[in-house]
């Protein structure tokens, strides 16, 4: 009889400590993507800080074009107050976009093309949207491995007893078709 108890007290810790560790593990998971996300956070934050000045600098050159310069600045106000990873992702797809236009417009002035203020502005956005590119990559990368482990046995079976779910990637959504085109300028 002893055994048998001892057994049972053996199979209890064994199978707590597993279920500790899974949930320890779906926790560190968890963080990271947050982690991941606020990476991306920073660089956009850093993005928005530079279209004021870029905008500033291609309204002396681009009067004609307020609509668009207009729209860019609403767009970062938007931006800047979503709440939530999912509507972050979409307010900076619908920026992204229109900050692909603003570039398409500027190769029609070689002024500004040349223009040392808007080439180092040029510069700095390019160099923020490679790093918001990489952070992006790593959150999908640390979603991926989330979902992976909220996927797998046992803790597919422990996962949804502690509110673990599968999280979404940051993905162009609606923006993937107009993504895909050039850009096109017309005057």
């Keep these: 009889m002893a055994i048998v108890l001892v057994v049972l007290v053996v199979i209890v810790v064994v199978v707590a400590l597993l279920f500790v560790s899974i949930y320890n593990n779906l926790v560190t998971l968890r963080a990271n993507r947050e982690q991941a996300f ?3 956070d920073v660089q956009m934050k850093q993005r928005y800080d530079l279209v004021p000045n870029l905008v ?10 307020k609509e668009l310069l207009e729209k860019l600045t609403a ?12 509507e972050k992702i979409a307010a900076d797809n619908q920026f992204s976009s229109t ?3 603003l570039f398409a417009v500027s ?7 040349a223009n040392q203020n808007f080439m180092q502005l040029q510069t700095e956005l390019s160099d923020i949207e490679n790093k918001i590119a990489a952070s992006r990559r790593f959150f999908n ?5 989330l979902n992976a482990s909220i996927l797998v046995f046992p803790a597919s079976v422990i996962a949804p007893m502690m509110g673990f779910k599968a999280v979404s990637y940051f993905e162009l959504g609606e923006e993937r078709e107009s993504a895909s085109k050039p850009v096109e300028v017309k005057f």
């Design 56 to 65: 500033n600098t291609v309204k002396g050159y681009a009067t004609h074009e």
């Design 99 to 101: 900050l692909k236009t």
């Design 107 to 113: 190769e029609n002035y070689p002024d500004l093309k």
């Design 75 to 86: 767009l970062r106000s938007v931006a800047m107050g979503a709440k939530g990873v999912d």
């Design 38 to 40: 606020a990476d991306i």
């Design 141 to 145: 990368s640390a979603s991926k491995e």
